[in-house]
Protein backbone atom coordinates (compact mmCIF):
# COMPACT_ATOMS: atom_id res chain seq x y z
CA UNK A 1 0.00 0.00 0.00
CA UNK A 2 1.62 3.14 -1.13
CA UNK A 3 2.00 6.26 1.05
CA UNK A 4 -0.51 9.04 1.79
CA UNK A 5 -0.27 11.63 -0.43
CA UNK A 6 0.61 14.85 1.86
CA UNK A 7 -2.23 17.07 1.23
CA UNK A 8 -4.60 13.97 2.13
CA UNK A 9 -7.23 14.05 4.99
CA UNK A 10 -5.19 11.30 6.55
CA UNK A 11 -1.73 12.57 6.07
CA UNK A 12 -3.10 15.96 7.98
CA UNK A 13 -4.48 14.22 10.36
CA UNK A 14 -1.30 12.22 11.49
CA UNK A 15 0.39 15.51 11.20
CA UNK A 16 -1.70 16.76 13.66
CA UNK A 17 -1.95 13.97 16.01
CA UNK A 18 2.33 14.43 16.11
CA UNK A 19 2.30 17.66 16.98
CA UNK A 20 -0.45 17.40 20.11
CA UNK A 21 -0.03 15.50 23.28
CA UNK A 22 0.11 11.74 23.67
CA UNK A 23 -0.70 8.96 26.32
CA UNK A 24 2.10 8.85 29.23
CA UNK A 25 2.31 5.11 29.08
CA UNK A 26 3.18 5.08 25.87
CA UNK A 27 6.62 7.34 26.15
CA UNK A 28 9.89 6.31 26.70
CA UNK A 29 11.81 8.51 28.19
CA UNK A 30 15.62 7.50 27.97
CA UNK A 31 14.59 7.45 23.98
CA UNK A 32 12.97 10.60 24.03
CA UNK A 33 9.72 8.93 21.91
CA UNK A 34 6.22 9.57 21.99
CA UNK A 35 4.35 6.68 20.52
CA UNK A 36 0.62 6.99 19.19
CA UNK A 37 -0.49 3.49 20.45
CA UNK A 38 0.20 0.32 22.68
CA UNK A 39 1.48 -1.24 18.98
CA UNK A 40 3.84 1.36 18.13
CA UNK A 41 5.10 1.26 21.90
CA UNK A 42 5.51 -2.44 22.05
CA UNK A 43 7.54 -2.06 18.44
CA UNK A 44 9.53 0.52 20.25
CA UNK A 45 10.60 -1.52 23.00
CA UNK A 46 12.13 -4.52 20.86
CA UNK A 47 13.50 -1.91 18.76
CA UNK A 48 17.60 -1.94 18.51
CA UNK A 49 18.46 1.37 19.52
CA UNK A 50 15.46 1.27 22.43
CA UNK A 51 17.89 -1.88 23.73
CA UNK A 52 20.73 0.17 24.04
CA UNK A 53 19.56 3.14 25.88
CA UNK A 54 18.76 0.34 28.45
CA UNK A 55 21.97 -1.29 28.87
CA UNK A 56 23.26 2.07 28.96
CA UNK A 57 21.27 2.58 31.67
CA UNK A 58 21.61 -0.88 33.40
CA UNK A 59 25.74 0.65 34.30
CA UNK A 60 24.20 3.30 36.29
CA UNK A 61 20.32 3.62 36.97
CA UNK A 62 20.77 5.88 39.59
CA UNK A 63 22.31 8.77 37.42
CA UNK A 64 20.09 8.33 35.26
CA UNK A 65 16.90 8.61 37.73
CA UNK A 66 18.48 11.11 39.59
CA UNK A 67 19.23 13.60 36.43
CA UNK A 68 15.48 13.11 35.46
CA UNK A 69 14.29 13.60 38.81
CA UNK A 70 16.38 16.90 39.40
CA UNK A 71 15.01 18.18 35.83
CA UNK A 72 11.27 17.56 36.91
CA UNK A 73 11.97 19.45 40.23
CA UNK A 74 13.26 22.31 38.73
CA UNK A 75 11.08 22.59 36.12
CA UNK A 76 8.07 22.21 37.79
CA UNK A 77 9.12 24.85 40.73
CA UNK A 78 10.71 27.12 37.95
CA UNK A 79 6.59 27.08 36.44
CA UNK A 80 5.11 27.53 39.66
CA UNK A 81 7.45 30.77 40.70
CA UNK A 82 7.03 32.59 37.28
CA UNK A 83 3.30 31.66 37.14
CA UNK A 84 1.69 31.40 40.60
CA UNK A 85 4.49 33.22 42.62
CA UNK A 86 3.99 32.46 45.90
CA UNK A 87 -0.36 32.39 46.30
CA UNK A 88 -1.74 28.82 47.27
CA UNK A 89 -2.65 27.15 44.45
CA UNK A 90 -3.60 23.44 43.56
CA UNK A 91 -0.94 20.94 42.84
CA UNK A 92 -3.10 19.70 39.94
CA UNK A 93 -3.25 22.67 38.34
CA UNK A 94 0.00 23.20 37.78
CA UNK A 95 0.95 19.75 37.03
CA UNK A 96 -1.82 20.07 34.25
CA UNK A 97 -0.28 23.35 32.83
CA UNK A 98 3.42 21.97 33.16
CA UNK A 99 2.62 18.35 30.77
CA UNK A 100 0.97 20.62 28.46
CA UNK A 101 4.73 21.48 27.43
CA UNK A 102 5.25 18.42 24.48
CA UNK A 103 8.94 18.24 25.69
CA UNK A 104 8.21 17.82 29.77
CA UNK A 105 10.31 15.19 31.74
CA UNK A 106 7.06 12.57 32.78
CA UNK A 107 6.85 11.71 36.01
CA UNK A 108 7.05 8.07 35.31
CA UNK A 109 10.81 8.42 34.99
CA UNK A 110 11.68 9.97 38.23
CA UNK A 111 11.77 8.92 41.76
CA UNK A 112 7.98 9.93 42.78
CA UNK A 113 5.42 7.70 41.82
CA UNK A 114 2.93 10.15 41.57
CA UNK A 115 1.91 13.54 42.32
CA UNK A 116 0.45 13.50 45.87
CA UNK A 117 4.43 11.98 46.36
CA UNK A 118 6.20 14.41 45.29
CA UNK A 119 3.90 17.40 46.76
CA UNK A 120 4.72 15.53 50.26
CA UNK A 121 8.27 15.84 49.05
CA UNK A 122 8.35 19.63 48.42
CA UNK A 123 6.85 19.72 51.87
CA UNK A 124 9.65 17.68 53.66
CA UNK A 125 12.30 19.74 51.61
CA UNK A 126 11.05 23.14 52.23
CA UNK A 127 11.03 23.87 49.21
CA UNK A 128 6.93 24.80 49.56
CA UNK A 129 4.33 25.04 52.15
CA UNK A 130 1.99 21.80 51.30
CA UNK A 131 -1.63 21.38 53.32
CA UNK A 132 -4.30 19.01 52.40
CA UNK A 133 -7.85 19.82 51.73
CA UNK A 134 -11.12 17.45 51.32
CA UNK A 135 -10.59 18.79 47.47
CA UNK A 136 -6.65 18.00 47.51
CA UNK A 137 -2.88 18.83 48.15
CA UNK A 138 -2.45 22.44 47.97
CA UNK A 139 1.04 24.32 47.37
CA UNK A 140 2.21 27.88 48.28
CA UNK A 141 6.18 28.84 46.46
CA UNK A 142 8.61 29.54 49.09
CA UNK A 143 10.92 32.49 47.51
CA UNK A 144 14.92 32.25 49.22
CA UNK A 145 16.04 34.36 46.56
CA UNK A 146 18.78 37.03 48.39
CA UNK A 147 17.05 40.22 47.10
CA UNK A 148 13.18 39.39 48.26
CA UNK A 149 14.38 38.17 51.99
CA UNK A 150 16.54 41.79 52.26
CA UNK A 151 13.46 43.41 51.40
CA UNK A 152 11.23 41.88 53.46
CA UNK A 153 13.37 42.20 56.49
CA UNK A 154 13.99 45.61 55.79
CA UNK A 155 10.07 46.01 55.44
CA UNK A 156 9.70 44.45 58.97
CA UNK A 157 12.51 46.66 60.49
CA UNK A 158 11.16 49.67 59.46
CA UNK A 159 7.82 48.06 61.13
CA UNK A 160 9.45 47.71 63.87
CA UNK A 161 10.94 51.37 64.83
CA UNK A 162 7.55 52.65 63.88
CA UNK A 163 6.12 50.63 66.81
CA UNK A 164 8.94 51.05 68.98
CA UNK A 165 8.79 55.19 68.20
CA UNK A 166 4.86 55.32 68.50
CA UNK A 167 5.45 53.66 72.11
CA UNK A 168 8.08 55.68 73.14
CA UNK A 169 5.56 58.34 72.24
CA UNK A 170 2.81 57.28 74.58
CA UNK A 171 4.99 56.14 77.06
CA UNK A 172 6.17 59.87 76.95
CA UNK A 173 2.53 61.36 77.00
CA UNK A 174 1.43 59.56 79.65
CA UNK A 175 4.70 60.71 81.47
CA UNK A 176 3.58 63.90 80.98
CA UNK A 177 -0.50 62.92 81.84
CA UNK A 178 1.07 61.62 85.33
CA UNK A 179 3.34 65.05 86.24
CA UNK A 180 0.30 67.41 85.68
CA UNK A 181 -1.96 65.14 87.89
CA UNK A 182 0.38 64.84 90.91
CA UNK A 183 1.34 68.74 90.81
CA UNK A 184 -2.33 69.57 90.83
CA UNK A 185 -4.94 69.15 93.49
CA UNK A 186 -8.44 68.25 92.40
CA UNK A 187 -10.95 70.94 91.52
CA UNK A 188 -14.38 71.65 92.03
CA UNK A 189 -15.95 71.38 88.63
CA UNK A 190 -17.89 74.79 88.47
CA UNK A 191 -21.73 74.73 88.44
CA UNK A 192 -23.64 76.76 85.68
CA UNK A 193 -26.89 78.68 86.01
CA UNK A 194 -29.07 80.82 83.34
CA UNK A 195 -28.26 84.68 83.80
CA UNK A 196 -31.35 86.24 85.20
CA UNK A 197 -31.46 89.84 86.23
CA UNK A 198 -33.37 90.27 89.56
CA UNK A 199 -34.16 94.52 89.04
CA UNK A 200 -35.27 95.70 85.63
CA UNK A 201 -34.46 99.21 86.94
CA UNK A 202 -30.75 98.44 87.51
CA UNK A 203 -28.21 99.92 85.34
CA UNK A 204 -25.36 97.29 84.02
CA UNK A 205 -22.44 97.77 85.56
CA UNK A 206 -18.71 96.45 84.57
CA UNK A 207 -15.57 96.44 86.44
CA UNK A 208 -12.21 96.72 84.55
CA UNK A 209 -8.89 95.66 85.82
CA UNK A 210 -7.12 98.68 83.79
CA UNK A 211 -3.53 98.47 85.69
CA UNK A 212 -1.64 97.87 82.72
CA UNK A 213 -2.45 100.44 80.76
CA UNK A 214 -0.93 103.02 83.66
CA UNK A 215 -2.37 104.82 86.21
CA UNK A 216 -6.08 105.44 86.12
CA UNK A 217 -9.44 106.23 87.61
CA UNK A 218 -11.61 103.03 88.02
CA UNK A 219 -14.93 103.42 87.15
CA UNK A 220 -18.46 101.19 87.95
CA UNK A 221 -20.20 103.06 84.55
CA UNK A 222 -19.01 102.30 80.85
CA UNK A 223 -17.60 105.65 79.95
CA UNK A 224 -14.82 106.73 77.00
CA UNK A 225 -12.08 106.48 78.79
CA UNK A 226 -12.77 103.36 80.28
CA UNK A 227 -13.16 102.04 76.59
CA UNK A 228 -9.64 103.34 75.30
CA UNK A 229 -8.29 101.60 78.24
CA UNK A 230 -9.79 98.71 77.78
CA UNK A 231 -8.73 98.21 74.06
CA UNK A 232 -5.19 99.21 75.32
CA UNK A 233 -5.30 96.40 77.57
CA UNK A 234 -6.57 93.88 75.05
CA UNK A 235 -3.78 94.58 72.69
CA UNK A 236 -1.63 94.10 75.32
CA UNK A 237 -2.50 90.36 76.24
CA UNK A 238 -2.09 88.60 73.58
CA UNK A 239 1.39 89.31 73.58
CA UNK A 240 1.89 87.62 77.16
CA UNK A 241 -0.38 84.67 76.10
CA UNK A 242 2.28 84.32 73.34
CA UNK A 243 5.20 83.94 75.05
CA UNK A 244 3.81 81.88 77.80
CA UNK A 245 2.68 79.28 75.25
CA UNK A 246 6.15 79.91 74.30
CA UNK A 247 7.97 78.68 77.76
CA UNK A 248 5.48 76.02 77.51
CA UNK A 249 6.84 75.04 74.14
CA UNK A 250 10.51 75.55 75.17
CA UNK A 251 9.87 73.34 78.15
CA UNK A 252 8.53 70.25 75.90
CA UNK A 253 10.90 70.29 73.54
CA UNK A 254 13.64 70.75 75.89
CA UNK A 255 12.36 67.16 77.73
CA UNK A 256 12.54 65.63 74.43
CA UNK A 257 15.91 66.95 74.08
CA UNK A 258 16.68 65.02 77.23
CA UNK A 259 14.96 62.07 76.35
CA UNK A 260 16.94 62.05 73.18
CA UNK A 261 20.66 62.41 75.07
CA UNK A 262 19.71 59.78 77.17
CA UNK A 263 19.10 57.64 74.33
CA UNK A 264 22.40 58.44 72.39
CA UNK A 265 24.14 57.56 75.88
CA UNK A 266 22.47 54.25 76.21
CA UNK A 267 24.88 51.41 76.02
CA UNK A 268 22.27 49.54 74.38
CA UNK A 269 23.35 48.23 70.61
CA UNK A 270 21.39 46.94 67.91
CA UNK A 271 23.00 43.66 67.33
CA UNK A 272 23.24 41.03 69.84
CA UNK A 273 24.90 37.97 68.12
CA UNK A 274 27.77 36.17 69.95
CA UNK A 275 29.87 33.42 70.06
CA UNK A 276 29.19 30.51 72.82
CA UNK A 277 25.73 30.76 72.59
CA UNK A 278 22.58 28.79 71.97
CA UNK A 279 19.91 30.42 69.80
CA UNK A 280 16.31 29.56 68.80
CA UNK A 281 15.57 29.77 64.79
CA UNK A 282 12.29 31.78 64.82
CA UNK A 283 11.62 31.95 60.89
CA UNK A 284 9.13 29.79 59.24
CA UNK A 285 10.44 30.82 55.47
CA UNK A 286 13.02 27.61 56.08
CA UNK A 287 10.10 25.26 56.68
CA UNK A 288 8.67 23.39 59.74
CA UNK A 289 11.71 21.10 59.79
CA UNK A 290 13.89 24.15 61.61
CA UNK A 291 11.24 25.94 62.68
CA UNK A 292 11.53 26.71 66.54
CA UNK A 293 14.76 24.62 66.91
CA UNK A 294 17.64 25.08 68.82
CA UNK A 295 20.75 25.80 67.31
CA UNK A 296 24.88 27.19 68.33
CA UNK A 297 26.88 29.73 67.72
CA UNK A 298 30.74 28.81 67.57
CA UNK A 299 33.78 31.06 67.49
CA UNK A 300 34.31 31.02 63.95
CA UNK A 301 30.83 31.05 62.57
CA UNK A 302 30.25 35.24 63.46
CA UNK A 303 29.84 37.04 60.19
CA UNK A 304 30.10 40.39 60.78
CA UNK A 305 27.84 42.09 63.34
CA UNK A 306 24.01 40.98 62.55
CA UNK A 307 24.43 37.23 60.65
CA UNK A 308 26.17 34.13 61.76
CA UNK A 309 26.36 30.42 60.65
CA UNK A 310 24.68 28.28 63.09
CA UNK A 311 24.23 24.42 63.50
CA UNK A 312 21.25 22.69 64.64
CA UNK A 313 21.67 20.27 67.51
CA UNK A 314 19.22 18.14 66.69
CA UNK A 315 20.14 17.59 62.91
CA UNK A 316 23.69 19.06 62.45
CA UNK A 317 22.76 21.06 60.00
CA UNK A 318 24.34 24.17 59.10
CA UNK A 319 22.56 27.96 58.20
CA UNK A 320 23.49 31.19 57.67
CA UNK A 321 20.76 33.66 59.50
CA UNK A 322 20.26 37.20 60.02
CA UNK A 323 19.87 37.83 63.70
CA UNK A 324 16.62 38.89 62.91
CA UNK A 325 15.60 35.24 61.94
CA UNK A 326 16.69 34.01 65.62
CA UNK A 327 16.30 34.82 69.34
CA UNK A 328 17.58 34.33 72.28
CA UNK A 329 17.10 30.92 74.79
CA UNK A 330 16.59 31.30 78.40
CA UNK A 331 17.79 28.16 80.40
CA UNK A 332 16.89 27.00 83.50
CA UNK A 333 17.74 28.98 86.97
CA UNK A 334 20.87 28.25 87.86
CA UNK A 335 22.45 27.66 84.57
CA UNK A 336 25.25 29.92 83.11
CA UNK A 337 24.39 32.46 80.50
CA UNK A 338 26.02 35.26 78.47
CA UNK A 339 24.98 39.14 78.41
CA UNK A 340 24.57 39.90 74.70
CA UNK A 341 23.43 43.51 75.10
CA UNK A 342 23.41 46.20 78.04
CA UNK A 343 25.58 47.45 80.90
CA UNK A 344 26.80 44.30 80.77
CA UNK A 345 27.50 42.86 77.53
CA UNK A 346 29.88 39.60 77.02
CA UNK A 347 29.95 39.76 80.64
CA UNK A 348 28.76 35.61 81.80
CA UNK A 349 26.47 35.31 84.31
CA UNK A 350 24.35 33.00 86.35
CA UNK A 351 20.75 32.73 86.10
CA UNK A 352 18.73 33.33 89.51
CA UNK A 353 14.93 33.69 88.39
CA UNK A 354 12.50 35.12 86.28
CA UNK A 355 10.05 37.85 86.59
CA UNK A 356 7.11 36.49 84.35
CA UNK A 357 5.40 39.56 84.29
CA UNK A 358 8.24 42.29 83.28
CA UNK A 359 9.45 39.56 81.00
CA UNK A 360 12.78 39.97 82.77
CA UNK A 361 15.40 38.20 85.07
CA UNK A 362 17.74 38.48 87.99
CA UNK A 363 21.64 37.21 87.17
CA UNK A 364 24.48 37.25 89.37
CA UNK A 365 27.34 38.27 87.43
CA UNK A 366 30.26 35.29 86.94
CA UNK A 367 33.52 37.62 85.45
CA UNK A 368 34.59 41.00 85.07
CA UNK A 369 35.43 43.16 87.78
CA UNK A 370 31.95 42.64 89.33
CA UNK A 371 31.89 39.46 89.58
CA UNK A 372 29.26 38.55 92.12
CA UNK A 373 27.16 41.40 91.90
CA UNK A 374 23.55 40.71 91.33
CA UNK A 375 21.80 42.63 88.90
CA UNK A 376 17.89 42.86 88.35
CA UNK A 377 15.23 43.92 85.59
CA UNK A 378 17.46 42.22 82.55
CA UNK A 379 15.26 41.39 79.72
CA UNK A 380 14.90 38.59 77.66
CA UNK A 381 16.16 39.42 74.86
CA UNK A 382 19.22 40.91 76.53
CA UNK A 383 21.00 37.47 77.47
CA UNK A 384 20.94 33.60 76.08
CA UNK A 385 22.02 30.18 77.60
CA UNK A 386 25.72 29.57 76.75
CA UNK A 387 26.96 26.62 74.64
Known sequence: MGKADFLSPKAIGNRIKAKGLQKLRWYCQMCQKQCRDENGFKCHCMSESHQRQLLLASENPYQFLNYFSEEFKSDFLELLRRRFGTKRVHNNIVYNEYISHREHVHMNSTQWETLTDFTKWLG?????KVDETPKGWYVQYIDRDPETIRRQEELERKKKQDMDDEERSAKFIEEQVRR????KEPEEEPVFTELKRMNEEEKVA???????????KTSTTLGPSALKAAASAKRKEPSHSGDSKDK??????D????MEEQKKKSVRSDNWIQANIVVKVITKKLGEKYYKKKAVIRVTEVQGKYTAVVKMIDSGDKLKLDQSHLETVIPAPGKRVLIVNGQYKDTEAILEGINEHKFSATLTLDSGRMKGKTVEGIAYEDFSKLA
Open 124 to 128: REGYC
Open 180 to 183: GREG
Open 206 to 216: FNLDIALAGPS
Open 248 to 253: KKKSAL
Open 255 to 258: EIIE
